[in-house]
């Protein structure tokens, strides 16, 4: 599909394991985003990507989380040491440039992340 | 401090009934994009508005931007099951993110 695909869809894990979790853009798109959906709140920002650099990390709750961006293409949101607050719908979006607000930015499913 | 309110927050409606939700700021929108978000899914962007007074039509929706790009509505008429979903009107401008707020939860039942 062209669309912005994640892995996995649905991830469970215990508190205090590391997690991983994937995005795979739009190809061709130079932007891309992260964002957490917790249950009753709005989609909060994490970080945002201008190819391989994160010129905002602004969003980044604690220093458990990081994310890369290799190739111009995938990104891998980890979280390590995972939290029951962690747990959240994690969201992935890209656009063809990083200019929010006049630039549509296209989401993929959500990783649904559940910490016991 | 930026605010963005959406309003309501709920509304659970029967199908053909016509409704408007609304988002309002504290700061001018440089532009304002309405996005619908379906259960599981990522939110789906519906329309981009710029300019302020500008009305934008898509189907049974119509989405207002005010005079001074500090507000909008989006109005649907007859109302059907498939609108049903989470509207959203994320505050771009000059940052790189969209700032969501909570959206207004909209469903439509038989």
């Known amino acids: 599909g062209a669309g912005v695909s994640q892995s996995p869809s649905n991830k469970v894990t215990e508190k205090g394991k590391d997690v991983e979790l994937r995005c795979d853009p739009i190809?061709?798109?130079?932007?891309l985003y992260w964002y957490r959906q917790s249950l009753g709140q709005g989609l909060e920002f994490l970080i945002y990507f201008q190819g391989n650099s994160a010129p905002d990390k602004s969003g980044l709750p604690s220093d458990r989380f990081s994310a890369e961006r290799t190739g111009g293409s995938v990104s891998t949101l980890t979280i390590q040491r995972t939290q029951q607050e962690d747990s959240a719908v994690y969201l992935c979006?890209?656009?063809?440039?990083?200019?929010?607000?006049?630039?549509?930015?296209?989401f993929g499913p959500g990783t649904r992340l559940t910490v016991l | 401090t930026q605010l963005l309110e959406q309003s309501p927050q709920f509304l659970s409606i029967q199908e053909g009934e016509n409704l408007t939700v609304y988002c309002n700021s504290s700061?001018?929108?440089?532009?304002l994009q309405w996005y619908r978000q379906e259960p599981g899914e990522g939110p789906v962007l519906l329309v981009t508005v710029v300019t302020g007074g500008e009305v934008k039509k898509l189907k049974r929706l119509t989405f207002q931007f005010g005079d001074a790009r500090k507000d909008s509505s989006l109005h649907i008429t007859a109302a059907q099951p498939g609108d049903t979903g989470l509207y959203l009107c994320p505050q771009g401008g000059g940052g790189n993110k969209l700032t969501f707020g909570t959206g207004t939860q909209l469903k439509v039942e038989l």
């Open positions: 190809s061709g798109h130079t932007a």
């Open positions: 700061s001018v929108f440089s532009s």
């Open positions: 979006a890209s656009s063809l440039s990083g200019r929010a607000g006049g630039n549509e930015q296209f």
